[in-house]
């Protein structure tokens, strides 16, 4: 039987609701009040059976999952829109820290047995993660830099500002690209992160950004199936219908990382290039009067799919294999 412990993880502190005595308590988000924490724990329930459940908050939570991870302690973290879901659900109205761990600990009615484990640490794959978070953050400015660049010559703005603007985009560019080839050096120098990376990249028209984006996207959840992997790539489609009088064309959920969505759009049309069996089954669409945007949506979650298929697999790309008579089904759903 698990103790279940619900914590609301925020930047300075960790609000902790113990069902045991039905208390919340609050400790500063660092490991020797994690520590302290868990001793009493320890004292209060007599065994070491806890499932800490807590959302992942940006960095803020990562001190709870290293402790947890070195502690043998079981987490489950939840996502924060289920959670949010799940609150509402319950008729709770508060939007407190100590609401908040109440209703993650509440949360465990609810959770199945199989998505509580111990978290493992893979200093390669945390290594891999910090490089694509960062050249995540270097694509925001650069997008931030182009914006403003479009505006000031769009108001014919001074040419010292434009220059220098220039400038900027062309150093962050730079600098992605020295971060892509870090990554690529990482990831040859561990064995299972280089098979899964050359899996990937054996799909035609991948190049290496694609492929480690996906990587990185497949490590950083490594329990998600087909359906997860293309919610959080935000192509799951929304079906609106409702009785007679509502009927709503269906459309992408984008709900999911910008950032991964935003990269493998702009891959596919290499990818349709130089890759025949999504080349045919892009015109396949295109025949059946689907839009141009349609399509490619389609060909980013095919081709989604089929690198998860061969990280999880862990074989190579086989167009005979993947790309089979299913499609031609596929083509009306997805239009």
């Known amino acids: 039987m698990y103790h279940y412990i619900g914590i609301d993880v925020s930047k300075l502190t960790l609000q902790v609701f113990i069902a045991k005595n039905n208390s919340t308590i609050e400790i500063d988000n660092n490991k020797k009040s994690l520590r302290v924490l868990y001793k009493k724990l320890l004292k209060l329930y007599k065994d070491d059976s806890f499932v800490f459940i807590y959302e992942p908050t940006a960095n803020y939570s990562k001190t709870?999952?290293?402790?947890?991870?070195?502690?043998?302690?079981?987490?489950?973290?939840?996502?924060?829109?289920?959670?949010?879901?799940?609150?509402?659900?319950?008729?709770?109205?508060?939007?407190?820290?100590?609401?908040?761990?109440?209703?993650?600990?509440?949360?465990?009615?609810?959770?199945?047995?199989k998505n509580i484990s111990v978290p493992v640490i893979d200093k390669s794959v945390e290594q891999l993660k910090e490089i694509m978070s960062y050249y995540k953050f270097l694509q925001k400015q650069k997008v931030a830099f182009k914006n403003h660049l479009e505006a000031a010559k769009a108001n014919h703005g001074s040419k010292q500002i434009i220059s220098q603007v220039n400038k900027n985009i062309v150093k962050l560019q730079a600098e992605q690209n020295k971060l892509i080839e870090k990554a690529k050096i990482m990831v040859c120098c561990n064995r299972d992160l280089k098979e899964h990376f050359d899996n990937i990249s054996s799909i035609k028209g991948v190049g290496d950004l694609i492929a480690l984006i996906l990587l990185y996207l497949f490590l950083k959840y490594p329990n998600a199936n087909r359906s997860q992997i293309t919610a959080l790539l935000g192509l799951d489609p929304i079906i609106v219908e409702s009785g007679t009088s509502i009927k709503r064309r269906s459309r992408i959920s984008k709900r999911g990382t910008k950032f991964y969505r935003g990269m493998i759009f702009y891959s596919i049309l290499s990818t349709i290039r130089f890759n025949d069996e999504f080349k045919d089954y892009y015109d396949k669409m295109k025949k059946r009067n689907c839009h141009s945007t349609v399509a490619q949506v389609a060909i980013m979650r095919k081709l989604a799919l089929l690198a998860h298929s061969l990280y999880k697999n862990k074989c190579h790309y086989n167009p005979k294999l993947y790309l089979d008579k299913k499609d031609e089904n596929n083509i009306k759903k997805v239009a």
């Not at 290293?66 to 829109?81: D, H």
């Not at 879901?85 to 761990?101: M, W």
Request: hydrophobic residues 40%; aromatic residues 10%.
């Open 64 to 113: 709870l999952m290293l402790f947890c991870a070195e502690n043998n302690i079981m987490i489950y973290v939840v996502n924060p829109y289920i959670s949010s879901s799940f609150s509402k659900s319950t008729g709770n109205r508060s939007k407190t820290d100590i609401s908040d761990a109440q209703m993650l600990y509440n949360m465990h009615l609810v959770i199945k047995e």
